[in-house]
T-cell receptor
Framework: GAGVSQSPSNKVTEKGKDVELRCDPI?????LYWYRQSLGQGLEFLIY????????KSGLPSDRFSAERTGGSVSTLTIQRTQQEDSAVYLC????????????FGPGTRLTVT | QQQVKQSPQSLIVQKGGISIINCAYE??????FPWYQQFPGKGPALLIA?????SEKKEGRFTISFNKSAKQFSLHIMDSQPGDSATYFC??????????FGKGTHLIIQP
């Protein structure tokens, strides 16, 4: 079956612009997660959704970052007034309700802020 | 504060050898320990995972060894193959939120 999909695969933007990153989870998966992977680093957890709600937003790096999920499916991560330090690969993962610990990742969106 | 420490940062193993990657954690609330494999340009793929009520789990050539008292766990890849060359991440989770990842090990299997 189809895995987690993310779009765009690559995004180059100018400093100060806003960007939206999209994640389509595996069909039927109730939990959705966003991570950031900087060059040569591990994955940094940003936020997760159970259904449409995000119980804890403290992992978001700054108030320029926001995320939403609608209809229990697609999620959008928005970065306002992008900075060069926001350059990274943004990964999305989803989990089925019966195995919430098993996270399946998408291919990521590579964001470059110039 | 790095809650999951992974070593080595890079590893070169001859084809047919055993690759060993180690991780140590600090948070005793962690109760799920997965390993992910990542190829360049791809997202991480779940490889194998263990819970702290067992000391070892084996799936094919991949084995996780878990030492709860030492708060350490490791991945062993038996009969390592060139196709195993990738970056491996250990991770840990406790509660209903995201995984805490190690910084990764870049594994190269030489033919």
């Amino acid at each position: 079956g189809a895995g987690v999909s993310q779009s765009p695969s690559n995004k180059v933007t100018e400093k100060g612009k806003d960007v939206e990153l999209r994640c389509d989870p595996i069909s039927g998966h109730t939990a959705l997660y966003w991570y950031r992977q900087s060059l040569g680093q591990g994955l940094e957890f940003l936020i997760y959704f159970q259904g449409n709600s995000a119980p804890d937003k403290s992992g978001l790096p700054s108030d320029r970052f926001s995320a939403e999920r609608t209809g229990g499916s697609v999620s959008t991560l928005t970065i306002q007034r992008t900075q060069q330090e926001d350059s990274a690969v943004y990964l999305c993962a989803s989990s089925p309700e019966i195995a919430l610990y098993e996270q399946y990742f998408g291919p990521g969106t590579r964001l470059t802020v110039t | 504060q790095q809650q999951v420490k992974q070593s080595p940062q890079s590893l070169i193993v001859q084809k047919g050898g055993i690759s060993i990657i180690n991780c140590a954690y600090e948070n005793t609330a962690f109760d799920y320990f997965p390993w992910y494999q990542q190829f360049p340009g791809k997202g991480p793929a779940l490889l194998i995972a263990i819970r702290p009520d067992v000391s070892e789990k084996k799936e094919g050539r991949f084995t996780i060894s878990f030492n709860k008292s030492a708060k350490q766990f490791s991945l062993h890849i038996m009969d390592s193959q060139p196709g195993d060359s990738a970056t491996y991440f250990c991770a840990a989770r406790g509660g209903a939120d995201g995984l805490t990842f190690g910084k990764g090990t870049h594994l190269i299997i030489q033919p």
